[in-house]
């Protein structure tokens, strides 16, 4: 059996399983009846099998190229919502008679937008259900191993493990169920935030003047792709692959022009070029938005500004969307005076045309222009 990514027509990428063995072929048709059962957001989406009695060939959607294997979430508010959304799914699986029984993170697609998608439904069937539950717990624990719990989010580490323990108890009839995982991981996570918030509402500094890096035209995305772009306040900004520059706004109670004299950084990417800067005024008025009394620049007009929590710590910071480039802007803190701020891309469906904070921490509301809207995790790139 092999598989391979093929193009469909002019813009559908799909992943093709083939088979030519008689075994083989009927994993491929098991395969499919499993998928077509177990059609469901948090699956991987059936597009086609065939059988002609000699080479079996299984669609499914390409969902993305990178797994909780290669792209593990790096933080314990991560972890828990990630296990809470794969629990949810595991849990409507259940309800449809289909049960996984190849949980790990190989099989746990991260999309661009940041969905978790499963993917590989090969031993899938009626099988008994704790199954699942034992292997997403197994997951929940390796994840935690591999993350150091800051401060904020030990509390919360201790939580998700006891949940975990529950999930992984030796007597599979002493499990909680799919359905309790993820309320158990979701109590956890909402009973940790107050205590987040509150820290986070003790008295600030005074930061007095504050610098915002501007946000231009996206680069291409691929050359973005893994990379965390840290912007300097005081430094002009050069993406990988556009030769152009960008100003960087200097905003107090009245702004000042947008205007900058500073060289371009010496630590860029190797694909990026930088010719000696000179003054460079933008051309389009900022886009300002105030927070904490204070009033910052956070790209051009036309662009739409969210503040949420992103990160889930308790603190909620800007996040700015170029309608119709597939690009969101997330930004990670409020840099002071000779700090400097710190912004991750995340690719979101270029039909995008707003952006707003979600129910739970971490995640984001996108909505298009139909007025559809959907809640995923933030995932930078």
Known sequence: MSGELELLGDDQLVVTKTATTPHDRHALAHEAAMLERAAHPGVVEL?????????????????????????????????????????????????????????????VIVAPTGRLVLCDLTL??????????????????????????????????SALRSVAADATHDDPAKRSTARQLANSVAAAMESWRPT?????????????????????????????????????????????GDRSTDSIATLATNPAPVVSTSPAPSTLP?????????????AAPPLVIEHDGYRYAVGEQGDIVATGDWDCDGSPTAAVLRPGSGDLYVFTNWPAPGESAVVKPMTVPDETTEVQPAGLCGHVALTDASGNQVEVPVTVR
């Open 47 to 107: 597009v086609s099998f065939e059988d002609d009695g000699e080479v079996a060939l299984l669609r499914t959607e390409f969902a993305g190229e990178q797994t909780w294997h290669t792209s593990p979430p790096t933080n314990v508010p991560a972890i828990g919502q990630g296990v809470a959304s794969l629990a949810a799914t595991i849990a409507d699986l259940h309800d449809l008679a289909v049960t996984h029984r190849g949980i790990h993170e190989d099989h």
């Open 124 to 157: 899938a069937g009626d099988h008994e259900p704790s199954i699942d539950v034992d292997q997403l717990g197994a997951m929940l624990l390796r994840r935690l191993d591999e993350c150091e719990p800051t401060q904020t989010s030990h509390k919360l580490a």
């Open 196 to 240: 987040v918030g509150q820290q986070a509402r003790t008295p600030s500094r005074k930061l007095g003047r504050l610098k915002l890096p501007m946000l231009s035209a996206p680069s291409a995305r691929n050359a973005l792709a893994g990379l965390a772009v840290c912007l300097a306040a005081t430094a002009l900004l050069v993406f990988p």
């Open 270 to 282: 190797a694909a990026a070029t930088a010719e000696p800067a000179t003054p460079t005024t933008s």
